[in-house]
């Protein structure tokens, strides 16, 4: 029986690599096949990388010598366009960075090829990971596998949508405010930001350090699990991750949501969400009720503060680590009479409104007589939230809800209204805040468009999240339909 190759989940693939039915060559060649078909249309890839099939090559020769091999032993991956590789360039959407090559490999890549995965290309984004539709990319906008003429959320649009379209079986993105599960939520795929510390951002370029973390996206919850447990770690080149002994997944098993305590934040069900997505939100939730899950309503108090707080912490961070971008050592230059001139032009060439927006933003809330009322006061607001978080944990295991309040919206319809574009984060943005892990998983279709379900636990408790999600992906099969394109 002939094969899909484009629509085998990570495990499957690894299965049929370990048993030889296929290899690691034929599995990047229809991979990139299949990007060449597609991206035209789909623009989910900047560039692919040529080294690719050799690599593949090397893996199929080290399996067939016996060769000791990792989990991820001969899978193709992408990785989102901010994530460095040595030898490939890098610019995380940006023009300013355009021709950048990147001098190393960052932690995750180290970590992906030594479990043996072949990394493919780089995936679009929205320039320096700041926007919620991948339309703010130096590259173009990235369209919705589901419906072309729709956006695949952001910032990691183009990891979601290469995922969904079949063009690879899983790919790496970045969280800062929700930048995973927003977009595996409007794409149909399964979005996990780890717990903050436990997937190392050495070679990520930052946009807010606090709040950035690495995850996979993926078919089925089980690959997310298998690419988390490959990249996780503490790392001595990024002094935030954990180096606690239960900062592993453990293995993976379906034992079911009996007992599993799941809370309802009441915040997270309010005027203003599509009432498609609360409805099929609530019937995901009744099947883990079904399994045995014990379900709650919980509240967290200061959720509806996060928005606001995100968007001053968050515009502070980047001000900070976007200075480095001036023309002087990497990146593009737009020489002046003087060096104050030359700064400015080449900012003014190398960023986009929305990086400008944010930037200025973020250098007026840290700016004299401004620290005290505005950046100070969100950062008290996010200890509330994190103690929301903690509260919240104290009676239930889970907290599950909506990642977006609706579908995938039409290109072009929130472009020119940043408001209302930020605030198609309004739920995820507390996880990064709290810095909690959370997982994203489809539960439903609207009008044809994906929906997801999203799921919280307490820090360096993905196998929580990993339980419920697998139990429910064994009870429905959303996760296993296909975008046609």
Known sequence: MSVDLNNLTVAGAAKRLADGSVTSEELVKASLAAIEEKNPKLNAFVSTYERALDDARAADARRAGGGEVGPLHGVPVAVKDNILVAGERVSAGSRILENYVGAYDAAVVVRLKAAGAILVGRTNMDEFAMGSSTETSHYGATRNPWDAERVPGGSSGGSAAAVAAGLVPAALGSDTGGSIRQPASLCGVVGLKPTYGRVSRYGL??????????????????????????????????????????????????????????????????????????????DAVRVLERGGAEIREVSLPHAPSALAAYYVNMPAEASSNLGRFDGMRYGLSMPGARLEETYGRTREEGFGPEVKRRILLGTFVLSAGYADAYYRQAMKVRTLIKRDFDEAFKEVDVLAGPTSPSVAWKLGEKFDDPLTMYLSDIYTISANLAGVPALSLPCGFADGLPVGLQLHARPLDEASLFRAGMFYQAKTDWHARVAEM
């Open 205 to 282: 370029i930052a946009m807010a350090s606090s709040l950035d973390q690495i995850g996979p996206l993926a078919r089925t919850v089980e690959d997310a699990a298998l690419l988390l447990a490959a990249i996780q770690g503490a790392d001595p080149k990024d002094a935030t991750t954990v180096s606690s002994p239960d900062a592993f997944v453990p293995a993976l098993e379906t034992e079911g949501v009996k007992g599993l305590r799941v809370g309802l934040p009441r915040e997270f069900f309010v005027e203003g969400m599509d009432e498609r997505v609360k409805d099929l939100v609530t």
